[in-house]
């Protein structure tokens, strides 16, 4: 029996040490407490046994080593894990290594500097009588309106790079004022006398029920948007101030369990060299406005709070995710050069994303943005894209339970034309499956779908819901005079239902035209193809569209069956298929035959071994993440593009994906040998190796 004597118990740091002895030996560990018994070479699954100070552990130790496994780890046990008596660990100097998501790019070395960002605890507390609920009441709306001073003045400070991001700061203040905070909390109140802390900590946890079911992870990370706020007011009832920014004074890279946008708002780009934390994920707020400051960040690495200690030092990839803690200086001189070659890299790439995408043999071709929301398009523009190519509006639907009315659909839009003007902006009506929504089921008349990517989803949705369709196209409309907008209709899947779209769109120029309100009646009106029966049908399309925009996201997960967010079938989603080079292709020809506009949207348009694909197939309109931009203009501005569909003439004929791939990449070295060859892609993905 194994008896945790250290003042701290099986923390993190402890549980990393067992890990690491389980690692020299060949014999197989497992910890028992009580009845449960556990994989001990699992950081998590130690910790799951929750052993704190006075338990005891049983250990079983099968293997060749059994024995001297056993003493080791009894030994470890003894000396308390390195810990002192105060319960602190001296200050380990072992070099360590980290994996979590890359989330903004860069590589930086510097030391470790601990934001303390541990929830507010709350203690549940019964009021006794009348007069105490009105007082917990004040003092919950107190402490909003405290909340709301609080984002406002970070509004009015934020800097310049994420002005851009003002929004989300808006978002928080929306849903400080939203039903399921504010309302339910006061409801919760009165209706359970409990303290406000407790109260708010409830309609969280619903939020967070209702937020569970989202697959979508972009929409599913808004809970971090929500843990923000709360927290805030939580701190705010309490009277603890948490760790302020602001008050680092040298160069450190910020250690914390999670960090919301305001925290951004507040970082002095000359002090903080570079961001860690346990939690979040791609799309936090946070992660893309670091990304706005050109601070490499790393999210989701779980542990990094407990394992990392004040002043170790780190290296941060923000490129692969890889956090290095203590180095030794093999490896530094190592990053020291990868970085040298990263930001020499990153200003080449910098110095064209401005420049015209003009291939070496002078075609020109268009290189636009994907967006999700207002606050990406100041990033897309100054990342050289020549448009928004896809204004994906889904977000203004996805952040609060109840439709957005016309006004707030209409602010949005008319900004984002303003702003993009004279260059086109391509706003795709809503695409949203019901169950994405945070609107209750009862609102939109729908019920919980098995199968959402096959039901009742985007322009089905909106042929359903007439209201809310038509709400969006006056917004799309009233806003059009703005700038240089086109209308785009996702998942049309035949004929039939694009001219319903249409009659749609008809019928509310007319409403418009009553009431003598202005819009741009030439408005282009396009499809988004992205269903094998579309592609099948293009020719007939073509004849009633006026653009085409192909969405290979789409389209490969229905043309080979495979659901884009399932991990399980994630190897079998293949951009390169035949397949769906064909269908590419055969919707390119039918738009030239008919002279309309096709472009390609999807996210392969980032991809730099695609793109080659593409413009083979005849595509010289693209639309990508903004990331991406800079460096696909780098790789076009070297093509000779009349070689590359040369060369690439048979590549329809080849029969399997893993041909497609081998074959474009040595087509790829030969032509861009400075990119392919130096090895500095990662293929298939944006990062640098
Ligand atoms: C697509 O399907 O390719 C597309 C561009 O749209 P989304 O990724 O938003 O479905
Ligand atoms: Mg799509």
Redesign the pocket.
């Known amino acids: 029996m194994l008896k945790v004597i250290n003042e701290l118990g099986i923390h993190a740091h402890a549980a990393g040490q067992i890990v690491e002895l389980a690692g020299k030996y060949r014999a197989k560990l497992f910890l028992q407490k009580d009845s449960r018994e556990v994989d001990g070479s699992s950081i998590l699954s130690i910790l799951s046994l929750a052993c704190p100070k006075g338990s005891e552990i049983k250990a079983r130790i099968v293997g060749v080593d059994a024995k001297e496994f056993m003493d080791d780890l009894e030994r470890l046990f003894k000396s308390k894990f390195g810990e002192t008596e105060q319960g602190q660990y001296r200050p380990r100097k072992k070099i360590m290594k980290m994996k979590g998501f890359p989330v903004s790019p860069g590589i930086t070395i510097g030391k470790a500097h601990h934001l303390d960002r541990s929830r507010t605890t709350v203690f549940y507390r019964k009021l006794i009588n009348k007069k105490e609920v009105e007082r917990e009441i004040d003092r919950f709306k107190h402490a909003v309106d405290m909340a709301k001073e609080q984002i406002q003045k970070f509004k009015s400070n934020i800097p310049e790079q994420v002005k851009g991001y003002a929004f989300v700061l808006d978002t928080h203040l929306m849903i400080l004022d939203d039903s399921l905070i504010f309302d339910s909390t006061i409801q919760r109140i009165q209706r359970e006398k409990v303290n406000a802390g407790w109260a708010l900590k409830k309609s969280v946890n619903t939020i967070h029920q209702l937020f569970k079911k989202v697959e979508d992870e972009y929409i599913g990370r808004r809970m971090d948007d929500v843990d923000s706020v709360s927290e805030r007011v939580l701190s705010n009832l309490t009277g603890v101030d948490p760790d302020s920014l602001t008050e680092i004074k040298k160069e450190v890279i910020i250690v914390a369990h999670v960090l919301s946008p305001c925290d951004i708002v507040e970082i002095n780009v000359n002090h903080v060299m570079g961001i860690l934390t346990d939690v979040g994920g791609r799309t936090s707020h946070m992660a893309i406005m670091s990304e706005a400051l050109e601070i490499p960040v790393v999210v989701g690495l779980e542990s990094a709070t407990d394992i990392i200690v004040d002043g170790d030092l780190l290296i941060v990839d923000g490129n692969t995710g890889d956090i290095i803690i203590n180095p030794d200086p093999d490896t530094i001189i190592t990053y020291e050069d990868k970085k040298k070659r990263y930001y020499r890299y990153k200003s080449a790439i910098d110095r064209v994303r401005h420049l015209p995408a003009e291939t070496s043999d002078g075609y020109k071709i268009t290189i636009k943005a994907?967006i999700e929301f207002l606050g990406e398009t100041k990033a897309a523009i100054e990342n050289g894209a020549e448009g928004v190519g896809?204004y994906?509006t889904e977000y203004l639907y996805m952040i609060k339970n109840n439709f957005p009315d016309e006004q707030t659909l209409f602010d949005d839009y008319s900004q984002i034309a303003k702003m993009v003007a004279p260059n086109p902006v391509t706003i795709?009506t809503l695409?949203i499956a019901s169950d994405k929504m945070m609107i209750s089921d009862s609102e939109i008349g729908a019920s919980k779908e098995n199968n959402p990517a096959l039901g009742l989803q985007s322009i089905r949705f909106c042929l359903n819901e007439r209201n809310v369709f038509k709400t969006q196209l006056r917004a799309i409309l009233r806003a059009s005079v703005y700038g240089n907008f086109r209308l785009m209709f996702?998942m049309i899947s035949g004929l039939g239902q694009f001219l319903e779209a249409k009659r749609v769109l008809k019928s509310v120029m007319r409403s418009l035209d009553r009431e003598g309100i202005e819009y741009n009646r030439e408005i282009p009106i396009g499809i988004?193809i992205?269903i094998p029966s579309a592609t099948s049908i293009a020719d007939i399309l073509a004849r009633h569209a006026d653009f085409f925009?192909?969405?290979?996201?789409?389209?490969i997960?229905y043309a080979l069956a495979i659901d884009r967010d399932n991990e399980h079938v994630a190897h079998l989603y293949e951009p390169f298929h035949p397949a769906v080079l064909r269908m590419i292709h055969q919707v390119v020809e039918a738009g030239n035959n008919e002279g309309i506009d096709v472009s390609l949207?999807?996210?392969i348009a980032g991809d730099p071994l695609a793109i080659l694909i593409l413009l083979s197939l005849g595509l010289e309109e693209f639309s990508m993440n903004i990331g991406s931009i800079p460096l696909i203009k780098k790789m076009i501005r070297m093509l000779p593009l009349r070689e590359v569909r040369d060369q690439f003439k048979g590549i329809l004929q080849l029969p399997t994906s893993e041909n497609v791939e081998s074959f474009v990449l040595k087509k790829a070295q030969s032509l861009l040998p400075d990119i392919f060859k130096e090895g500095v892609f990662r293929y298939r993905t944006t990062g640098i190796e």
Request: aromatic share 0%; net charge negative; hydrophobic share 20%.
């Open positions: 994907n896809l994906r795709r695409d996702p988004l992205e925009s192909i969405g290979t996201n789409d389209l997960q949207c999807g996210e």
